[in-house]
């Protein structure tokens, strides 16, 4: 199921959220359950839109603009105007497939980071709409792994805690200026 809510999929001059950084501490806490979807809580999920497509992302999820709620926004083909993103509130996996695949990451919050993460190919998952109505998606492939890896964040996760290979996890870090130390390794899957 697919978002209703109008945004126009392009960059904006001032995107109306700030998206926050590995090592501020806002990105380790994790996210209340929406009691009720609501206006304001569309109102989030525009911005959150607004602000995911003028930083060119595929994925966004709230902890990232400092709003700790479980809400997250998908749209894996953002250059195609037709395609409505993906809203998913107060989101659940239910299943994993047995498939693991390992592909590239990168995250808003990690800029111009991009190391490779395992995760499970299928994913059933649970949530409710921007309606408030409750909805179950299978998902495999690439819209899969970002929508693992939103609901990461919702707990206070990063990619770069599920990456394996820890040379290139550090040098990755040193090159763009991101302390390890911000960094809590976790196996991958």
């Known amino acids: 199921m697919t978002s209703n809510l109008t945004v126009t999929k392009a960059k904006l001059k001032h995107p109306p959220l700030d998206i926050h950084l590995l090592g501020d501490r806002v990105l380790r806490q994790p996210a209340k359950r929406v009691a009720q ?3 304001e809580i569309r109102q989030l999920i525009r911005d959150m839109l607004g602000t995911m497509y003028s930083a060119d992302g595929i994925g966004l999820a709230a902890p990232q603009v400092a709003v700790h709620k479980q809400v997250l926004v998908v749209d894996i083909e953002p250059e ?9 509130i107060n989101p659940k996996i239910r299943q994993v497939g047995k498939d693991i695949t390992i592909g590239q990451e990168g995250c808003l ?9 395992k995760r499970p190919d299928l994913v059933e998952v649970a949530y409710k709409d921007e309606q408030g109505r409750p909805q179950t998606l299978k998902a495999s492939g690439m819209l899969s792994r970002v929508i693992q890896h939103e609901i990461d964040h919702l707990s206070g996760v990063l990619f770069v805690d599920r990456v394996e290979n820890a040379f290139l996890l550090n040098r990755e870090l040193a090159k763009h200026g991101f302390s390890r130390q911000a960094v809590k390794a976790m196996s991958a899957v």
């Open 37 to 39: 979807v609501n206006d």
């Open 80 to 88: 195609e105007a037709a395609n409505r993103p993906l809203v998913l």
């Open 109 to 117: 919050s990690i800029p111009n980071i991009f190391l490779d993460v």
